[in-house]
């Protein structure tokens, strides 16, 4: 199937590799096998089913032009659009709080790249903490299964430092130095709410 961003442009999904037994962004940490969306997801379900926040991925419109029907029971879409880029993964309402945000994943060990990001994802957070909202990335490096919440303020430095010719990646030394360990665990999955809660405090 085509899919194509609003311009015209070709959309190209992330590139199939070749993994003994789990491949792409499905990675095997103590076994448990998921990506992060789909942990993410979970987690955001089990904070919605005990009433602690709600929390969803959002949806990305799509604009279907081309459509086969081989026979009268199936359809086969063959050409769709993004009707719009999209923006963050996540958005939702928190202890009072909007809080917006995107996960990411890398493979990198000592550094997360920037170009895992896109401007209009950026400035769609910029906006959303003008507004009053809080917003951040939920950032796993892969092959130690590590996660951190990073501040979208650190982000927005370095993305912004880039333009100036400053690097274009965050050292992994600085997401921890200023970001949230998120430890892994069994209900929720990924515990970033209680990141969150420490981002909270630090900005009162």
Partial sequence: MNIRYPNGAAYHGPA???APSHTGTRTNYGDRGMSLEEELNESNQYYLTNGIAVIHKKPTPVQIVKVDYPRRSAATIKEA?????????YNGVYQGHYIDFDAKETKNKVSFPLKNFHEHQVEHLRACVQAGGIGFAIIRFTNEGDTFLLPASVLFKFWDNQANGGRKSIPRADIEANGYSIPFQLNPLVPYLSAVDSLIAKEK
């Fill in 81 to 89: 659009y993004f009707r719009h880029p999209s923006t963050t993964d």
């Fill in 16 to 18: 199939k590799q070749s």
